[in-house]
């Protein structure tokens, strides 16, 4: 069935993109797009630059590019800023960070020196292995807010901005669940103005970007813009929201497998995750509490997929665990093991062994600009509050209250494409098929 298209607003001019945290990711983004920019790469790992979306039934060959299906911003649109702790311009922090080879950093080093991170809404109370001089002195977090907001306002004028999405790529603050401060807008600014320690860095950032109208993203799993108070002023300001936690390496792959299994009522007694990581990230989710962030991030995937309560003789005994340690000699090139012991036919016992080598901020990069496009398409199709439609780049995607969030990874690409052939006024596909047998 087709819909009426929905109005985009066409992009003109920039897109500013202002990243929390200049450390592996926001660099590897950066120099990636500059260095596809000059014809140095492609951008693998973008659905938003190489991706096709099928359109009309299978006979009808219509197979655009995504970015040619819907009006995106272009590579050459965009324009980089950021906050971070550090006062390294983004080339100094992406060779601390190692991930990319110094010859192709070179090349991109004056589009990389330019980008000079702003000083940061810091506090160590939310990231105890970290501690940097480019912060903030503030009277409180009201004027922290303030700071934001002006930084925000002068990076749109000082570069000619048409447009901006501000996305956290900071560090995984501690542990935190909802709290009476998060419920409604009302108690968070009653909050904000008495300092209450239920107010978070990444909370200050999403509530400057969401009152200047801006889109915010969560690329880590901290609460961030994921609570009642600020989807509310999502909705008031009327300003798309995405999250949380990119779904990169062990995570990525576990919801790919773990639908799998299940598709074929295969039993799953365990599910053993270890991962040894070297970079900052695994700095500091050396500390427990904010592990304990990363942790519940990852541990509900599997849950949720395969709804043991639905299948308690396959899944009801399923124990999961997920470790990371911190091993310094591999830098940003995680290495993740995963010993599934799974079951059959009359309960025979069988094991699945994956060993992942993979590159953190080479998985992660491509997403971060694929949520910066996305997240700007969103605002200028007029959509505010949580975009579902973009759980397919999260670990633990924001969902409205009473919902199980959906992690399975096709489903969460149907639910994408689909999404944009709404927009555009084109048929859904179902799969059903039924059309081409008479
Ligand atoms: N790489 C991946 O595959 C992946 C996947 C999912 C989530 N993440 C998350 O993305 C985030 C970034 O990862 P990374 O590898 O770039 O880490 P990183 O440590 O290299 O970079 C994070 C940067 O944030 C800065 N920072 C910390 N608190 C800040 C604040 N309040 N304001 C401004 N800057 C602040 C730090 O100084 C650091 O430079 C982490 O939270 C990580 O858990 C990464």
Known sequence: MRHPAIHIVRPRGKLGVLLVGLGAVSTTFIAGVHAIRKGLAKPVGSLTQLGTIRLGKRTEHRSPLIREFVPLATLDDLVFGAWDIFADNAYESAKTAGVIEPALLERVRPELEAVRPLPAAFDRQYVKRLDGPNVKRARGKRDLVEQLRTDIRAFVRSNSLERVVVLWCASTEAYMTESAAHSSLAEFERALDANDDAITPSMLYAYAALQE????????????????????????????????????????????IAPGLK????????????????????????????????????????????????????????????????????????????????????????????????????????????????????????????????????????????????????????????????????????????????
């Open 213 to 256: 109208g801006v889109p915010f993203a969560n690329a880590a799993p901290n609460l961030g813009v994921d609570t009642p108070a600020l989807l509310e002023l999502a909705i008031e300001r009327h300003v798309p929201v995405a999250g949380k936690d990119l779904k990169t390496g062990q995570t990525l792959l576990k919801t790919i």
């Open 263 to 438: 598709s074929r009522m295969l039993g799953v007694s365990g599910w053993y995750s270890t991962n040894i990581l070297g970079n900052r990230d695994g700095e500091v989710l050396d500390d427990p509490a904010c592990f304990r962030t990363k942790e519940v991030s990852k541990k509900g995937v599997l849950d949720h997929i395969l709804q043991p309560e639905l299948y308690p003789d396959l899944y009801g005994k399923l124990c999961h665990q997920v470790q990371i340690n911190y091993y310094p000699p591999r830098g940003d090139n995680k290495e993740g093991w995963d010993n599934i012991d799974l079951f059959g036919w009359l309960n025979y016992p069988m094991q699945l062994k994956i060993n992942f080598l993979c590159r953190d901020s080479i998985l992660a990069a491509p997403l971060v600009l694929d949520l910066a496009l996305f997240m700007d398409l969103a605002a200028r199709a007029n959509r505010h509050g949580i975009q579902e439609w973009l759980s397919f780049y999260f670990k633990s995607p924001m969902h409205a209250p009473g919902l199980y969030p959906e992690h399975d990874l096709s489903i969460q690409l149907k639910k994408l494409k689909n999404t944009l052939r709404e927009w555009r006024g084109e048929a859904l596909v179902t799969h059903l098929g039924a059309e081409y047998y008479g």
